[in-house]
């Protein structure tokens, strides 16, 4: 049977009917999720066939079990969005004969046992790879790498410690490409690492580590240090009973790094480690292989290393009855049977995942490279494998919180809400283990499974406390699943779901919302490109729940309500003071540990803050996440980092679209950086000045001669000076120190230069001064098309001198390389180097 290959346009015009018009949740559809092949052919109309395919999948392995589930049972409680959701991979994997990729959404690897070696790091970096470019979130643990300034057997002498390779791993990451959607990376560290203050500090430069997030391991010993402002001794090897290197520090300072970081950065992230093995029920078999090292890029499963996991997401909002008004109710009978359910399903993509894996296997053997280069992949493989069958992990989570709290009257923040969502997730994990515990009857328990190593964990005995009669049946049968529980970020999916995302409230009743695309994609319309060249296209939209509320509140939608009628409008309804930004903080946190309880892996939650909130707030909030049992958090200060979420700003009158691009004034002075280069036999020189030693501006042309500028060849740095005469009129001046230490100034660099160059440079520098990246600014001057061969001439000098200012690593998109016809060309120092055969090329 030949399918039906549809074009794009069908797909989402389809899809946005579906969708009842909602072009968001359409066009994420069809670009992430649509079946489709490597030609980019769409086999699917709209998420009707998506639900079929998935329901077809996983009855097909019901079948393999009693009392199997049928085809239609599957295709009504995935259909719509709106009960249960399989998430990313498992959404556009399954039953996705056209690609060879894995379900899993998330892995963690490392080398268990093995000191540090550039083996074990270039062989993490490899792995790292090869998991990303089939579609999986990686984390993995620097905790191993010795501490910079220790001594190495190897020409170095002593080891560079953490950073130089959090950047090598950060632009591996950057390097995959998955449809447009860039490698996902999470690199963590322990606190005890004497290194670990250089960790917490590395992401503060600008353009340094862009690929990945980081977080950093806090034992409680620490925090208690950090609290009573007493010394911390660290150490490496971070776990040994005989450290090689030992080191005190001042606990609180560092913990004042870490929350000062967050707070102007949004990152570091911080996990409270000995929450997260304490709570661990996988770490009761830590000898077997299961003790966990890392997290997945967003934080919601810890994981042991080559262990992986698949998420699903069960909808909260569809089991309030007569959402928004009176009568509103919770049906908890329902949901404890979908959640039983989903649990089911989850443990049925286990196997659809050793399909896929075989398959990746098989791949792999076919692929046309020798055994030796192909040996890394596929060993990585089978031990995900067999980690994956060992513990039968699993990840079924939630989505809509803050819709379900709002249908039911509640506020979100507030403590009646907390106190229902602890019961809606107590409920969800005693219904989720009962699953597994019937499942072990009828397909037989995880292979390790031990009742006794179980006995005095903290998460197992409060599911015996809360069911003893389940707990007696675990004993006495086993479960099938080693974890069982997750809340993930679902940001896609929520769009899908048209709910709020994961554990979250809602983010404003009115937002702009940014969606992160391929810049390739013909069909994709740009708004904005951030700081390491990502691209996004921006939306303005009503929360979709927030319409349904006014709708049951006979209120008319409208386009021209204006921003003090919506105010209004969000004052009457369950959503006000309840957003991202204006929840009770503390009590959002003390919310999250609440229900962590109920959580066997972790939750994925982020802190939205205002911009003006202190440094202060951000610790209080911190220590009171320890405190309250949250294995982990991360806070997001409005402003802190370019995001993708941006609130709608109040307007007198309609003005031109913003955007988040920001212009840094101008300082009176600039340090420069002077590049000399050679076009047609002609001297050039460019000025080109640095802010933050990001190029901000450059002015270009000839040198040394009567119609150019003259600057002595030994002069390689100095500032621009901007200057106003007596007449208001702006002058750039360079000036220089001499080896005698006399200062000189070259005034007026727009004045000596060719008026048409003069204009050209000014519209680079316009754009450097947006922040746009090298790379980006690059092709910009690339495509100009100018008449004036000397111009063109030119243009090509400016590309020369900006080279120069590539971040390291970066990669020579469209070259190969002259020496062995490799695609393997990186800019370092602005040289283009050539990693496989060592080439290098300046100029």
């Known amino acids: 049977m030949v399918a039906t290959i549809y074009t794009y346009d069908e797909a989402q015009q389809a899809s946005l009917d579906y969708f009842g018009g ?66 990313g991979s498992p959404m556009s994997g ?27 790091i270039m062989k993490i970096d490899e792995e790292q790879v090869q998991l990303m470019k089939r579609r999986g979130g990686v984390g993995h643990d620097l905790s191993h790498i010795r501490p910079k300034g220790m001594p190495v057997k190897n020409s170095a002498l002593t080891s560079t410690g953490l950073v130089p390779f959090m950047e090598r791993y950060s632009n591996s990451t950057r390097e995959v490409a998955q449809d447009g959607r860039r490698g996902a990376l999470m690199m963590t560290v322990s606190i005890k690492h004497p290194d ?102 967003c934080g919601e499963i810890p994981l042991c290393p080559y262990d992986s996991c698949r998420l699903l997401a069960i909808n909260l909002y569809s089991y309030v009855r007569n959402p928004f008004t009176p009568e509103a109710s919770f049906d908890f009978d329902l949901f404890k049977t979908h959640v039983a359910k989903a649990q089911r399903m989850m443990d049925d993509i286990i196997d659809l995942e050793m399909e896929k894996i075989d398959k990746i296997i098989d791949k792999i053997d076919s692929d046309p490279e020798n055994a030796e280069v192909k040996q890394t992949e596929r060993h990585l493989w089978e031990k995900i494998r067999s980690k994956t069958l060992k513990g039968r992990r699993t990840g079924v989570g939630t989505t809509a919180e803050g819709d379900m709290i709002a249908a039911l009257g509640l506020r979100y923040g507030t403590p009646e809400a907390t106190d229902f969502s602890v019961e ?63 809340i993930a970020p679902t940001g896609t999916t929520s769009l899908m779901t048209q709910t709020t995302s994961g554990i979250e409230p809602v983010f404003l009743p009115v937002y702009k919302r940014r969606r992160k695309v391929n810049p390739n994609d013909p069909e994709v319309h740009i708004d904005y490109v951030d700081e390491t060249g990502d691209a996004f296209e921006e939306y303005i939209v009503y929360h979709p729940k927030f319409l349904k509320w006014m709708e ?30 204006d929840v009770d903080w ?81 300082p009176i002075e600039l340090e420069a950086d002077v590049v000399r280069f050679q076009n047609n036999k002609e001297k050039w020189i460019a000025f080109v000045g640095l802010l933050d030693g990001e190029p901000y501006e450059i002015f270009t042309g000839l040198a040394d001669d009567e119609d150019g500028i003259f600057c002595p060849k030994s002069v390689t740095h100095g500032k621009i000076i901007k200057a106003i005469d007596d007449k208001g009129n702006k002058r750039y001046d360079f000036q220089f120190v001499n080896k005698r230490g006399y200062k000189t100034t070259i005034e007026g660099l727009s004045d000596k230069f060719n008026p048409e160059y003069w204009n050209y440079a000014k ?58 016809g490799n695609d393997t060309l990186i800019y370092q120092e602005g040289c283009l180097i050539c990693t496989s055969c060592g080439t290098s090329k300046c100029g």
Request: glycine content about 6%; some cysteine; proline content about 4%.
């Open 586 to 666: 503390m009590e959002k946190v003390k919310m999250q540990g609440r229900v962590q309880k109920w959580v066997d892996h972790s939750i994925s939650v982020t802190i939205n803050l205002p911009s003006d909130v202190t440094e202060e707030l951000v610790n209080r909030l911190y220590v009171e996440a320890w405190r309250s049992g949250c294995k982990g958090c991360t806070v997001y200060r409005d402003g802190s980092r370019s995001g993708v979420l941006v609130a709608v700003e109040k307007k007198a009158e309609p003005t031109v679209k913003d955007t988040d691009a920001h212009v840094h004034k101008r």
């Open 196 to 297: 670990s203050e250089a960790f917490i500090d590395a992401k503060m430069t600008e353009g340094k580590v862009t690929g990945a997030n980081v977080s950093v391991r806090i034992d409680d010993d620490f925090m208690q240090a950090a609290v009573d402002n007493k010394p911390y001794v660290q150490q490496y090897p971070v776990d040994s009973d005989e450290p090689i290197v030992k080191k005190e520090v001042e606990a609180a300072a560092l913990w004042g790094k870490i929350v000062h970081n967050a707070w102007k950065s949004a990152e570091p992230g911080v996990l409270f480690w000995d929450t997260v093995t304490r709570e661990s029920v996988p770490d009761c078999y830590a000898d077997l292989g299961f003790r966990t090292i890392s997290t997945n890029p």
């Open 22 to 87: 909602d072009e968001l949740a359409a066009r994420v559809w069809v670009t992430k999720y649509a079946l489709k092949d490597s030609f980019g052919n769409l086999f699917e109309k709209t998420p009707d066939d998506m639900h079929r395919r998935i329901a077809r999948e996983i009855a097909r392995v019901e079948n393999n079990y009693p009392n199997p589930m049928s085809e239609d049972e599957v295709f009504e409680l995935i259909r719509n969005f709106k009960y249960i959701v399989p998430q």
């Open 763 to 820: 519209l680079i520098s316009g754009v450097l001064r947006y922040g746009m990246p090298i790379d980006q600014v690059l092709k910009l001057v690339g495509t100009l098309e100018l008449d004036s061969q000397s111009i063109n001439t030119w243009k090509m000098g400016v590309e020369r001198a900006l080279k120069k200012y590539l971040p390291n690593g970066t990669k020579a998109n469209g070259q190969k390389c002259p020496n062995c």
């Open 552 to 581: 049951v509140n006979g209120i008319e939608r409208k386009d021209s309500y204006t921003q003090e009628e919506l105010d209004a409008l969000v004052a009457r309804s369950p959503y006000y003071k309840a957003t991202s930004n």
């Open 94 to 120: 399954i039953g996705n004969n056209y690609q060879v990729g894995s379900l899993s959404n998330c892995f963690v690897i490392g080398i268990d046992g093995t000191p540090d070696s550039y083996g074990g």
């Open 424 to 486: 809606v997730h107590k409920a969800l994990a005693i219904a989720a283990y009962g699953s597994s515990v019937n499942m072990a009857k009828e397909r037989g328990a995880f292979e390790v499974y031990d009742a006794e190593r179980e006995k005095n964990n903290p998460y197992i005995n409060r599911l015996r406390e809360a069911s003893p009669e389940l707990y007696d049946e675990m004993v006495a049968n086993g479960r099938r699943n080693i974890a069982c529980l997750t």
